[in-house]
């Protein structure tokens, strides 16, 4: 078992930068593939990125591709989305979360644990 808490959401406007941090307790987090997803108003849950266990691998939505750079601490337990060139389509409940698979997976139902969710709003 592992919980999840996200934090760094906010209201900023076009073309500033965020970062998000998630922090995990429990079970070793390196045991653990990261992903951040992201789901807007009347839209489906989508992955903006993802990080495997040791950082060696990434993947990144077409959305978020130069703009979106994921990391982790393994020695802090903790994941982080680095958010640069805000847009307003990137406006959305953000959410963290972990897979016990070793490959990087892309869909909700591949992620065991979520957080809470952190608000982003981007204004024009």
């Known amino acids: 078992q592992v919980q999840l808490v996200e934090s760094g959401g906010g209201l900023v406007q076009a073309g500033e930068s965020l970062r998000l941090s998630c922090a995990a307790s429990?079970?070793?987090?390196?045991?653990?593939?990261m992903g951040w997803f992201r789901q807007a108003p009347g839209k489906e849950r989508e992955l903006v990125a993802a990080i495997s266990r040791l950082a060696s691998r990434t993947y990144y939505s077409n959305s978020v591709k130069g703009r979106f750079t994921i990391s982790r601490d393994n020695d802090k337990n903790t994941v982080y989305l680095q958010m640069n060139s805000l847009k307003p389509e990137d406006t959305a409940v953000y959410y963290c979360?972990?897979?016990?698979?070793?490959?990087?997976?892309?869909?909700?139902?591949?992620?065991?644990?979520w957080g809470q969710g952190t608000q982003v709003t981007v204004s024009s």
């Open positions: 979360a972990a897979s016990t698979t070793f490959a990087i997976m892309t869909r909700v139902d591949d992620y065991n644990y």
């Open positions: 429990g079970r070793t987090f390196s045991s653990y593939t």
